[in-house]
């Protein structure tokens, strides 16, 4: 406990800059973990125990092929997604997407399964979670779209 104490200590008196810089990092760290995860394990490795996501797809409307093929297609996407903003490349960009894409998915579910917005393991508190994330990357972000 000790030590935990003595590394936020030394983590407060760090220089404003560290601290933004650590928020930045944890926040696009988070966000790109999420994504790869979203993308892969849902969509691709289980998409059958998730009946659910291929309903939303087929639903919406917008599809490639068939409903399935367009959910690997966008766990795919979702996942590279994930990856670039593991590794910070064009960080604020990726952010943006990112959080286009959530907005987007947002409105989907909303308007094709409504009640998956009171879902208990929380889709749209995550989200939100997420968004704000994104935000602290957007915003403390370099000052080119890089």
Known sequence: M????AIATDF???PLIARVRSARLASRLALGIVWL????????LFAGLHPEQTMLVAHSGIYWHS???????LGALQAILGVILLVGWRERL???TASVWMLILIVLVASGRPELLTDPFGALVKDTCLLACA???WLFGG????
């Open 2 to 5: 000790r030590i935990i104490a």
């Open 12 to 14: 407060a008196e760090a």
């Open 37 to 44: 995860y979203e993308g892969i394990v849902p969509k691709i």
């Open 67 to 73: 409903p399935e093929s367009t959910l690997v297609v």
């Open 94 to 96: 990726a952010a943006l």
């Open 135 to 137: 935000f602290v990357v």
């Open 143 to 146: 000052n080119k779209w890089e």
